[in-house]
T-cell receptor
Framework: RKEVEQDPGPFNVPEGATVAFNCTYSNSASQSFFWYRQDCRKEPKLLMSVYSSGNEDGRFTAQLNRASQYISLLIRDSKLSDSATYLCVVIPFMGRRALTFGSGTRLQVQP | EAEVAQSPRYKITEKSQAVAFWCDPISGHATLYWYRQILGQGPELLVQFQDESVVDDSQLPKDRFSAERLKGVDSTLKIQPAELGDSAMYLC??????????????FGEGSRLTVL
């Protein structure tokens, strides 16, 4: 079983739509959680951290459910510029501090 | 343009040849990572350095891959001999301290390797 699993998509949505991605992680001892964004043929960049209490940044909301071991990302009022791959990222456990990435969910926002 | 410098951007080689990638992290960043990203997948950690010391190389195929960061600044990743399955993007990233503090890694633009 992969440490981090995501639906690869693609999610094709019209501009202005609300879209949500989920991600599950296998290690219950995982410490920290993040969403990264990767544009086509570009490097990944941090989008936002995910806190137990939830985290909102403009049109983006991230939530963590430790009991069910999943993380979500909600994007409201989608823009064309939101088209990208969204990578779910965890730090698995204290002994291994490097980020572990999911395979990503591809979003395509259409006019 | 990414602040983490990598070269070469593109490398085409034949199988069994040797290849090397270079990375210069953001100045002052103690932690350096090499990730491999196969098309359609997420980045996979190969090796993590803290200054000049290897912190995690558990996923590095040591029979053919080697990495060094001799002076704790720039780093080189080598593959010898290259195999068809090594075709991927090799991403270097750095962070000020451990990634766990903020979760923010700064990636370079990557070195795309094609093995024929």
């Amino acid at each position: 079983r992969k440490e981090v699993e995501q639906d690869p998509g693609p999610f094709n949505v019209p501009e202005g739509a609300t879209v949500a991605f989920n991600c599950t992680y296998s290690n219950s001892a995982s410490q920290s959680f993040f969403w990264y964004r990767q544009d086509c043929r570009k490097e990944p960049k941090l989008l936002m951290s995910v806190y137990s209490s939830g985290n909102e940044d403009g049109r983006f909301t991230a939530q963590l459910n430790r009991a069910s071991q999943y993380i979500s990302l909600l994007i409201r009022d989608s823009k064309l510029s939101d088209s990208a791959t969204y990578l779910c990222v965890v730090i698995p456990f204290m002994g291994r501090r490097a980020l572990t990435f999911g395979s990503g969910t591809r979003l395509q926002v259409q006019p | 343009e990414a602040e983490v410098a990598q070269s070469p951007r593109y490398k085409i080689t034949e199988k069994s040849q040797a290849v090397a990638f270079w990375c210069d992290p953001i100045s002052g960043h103690a932690t350096l990572y090499w990730y491999r990203q196969i098309l359609g997948q997420g980045p996979e950690l190969l090796v993590q350095f803290q200054d000049e010391s290897v912190v995690d190389d558990s996923q590095l195929p040591k029979d053919r891959f080697s990495a060094e960061r001799l002076k704790g600044v720039d780093s080189t990743l080598k593959i010898q001999p290259a195999e068809l399955g090594d075709s991927a993007m090799y991403l270097c990233a750095s962070s000020l301290s451990g990634a766990g503090d903020t979760g923010e890694l700064f990636f370079g633009e990557g070195s795309r390797l094609t093995v024929l």
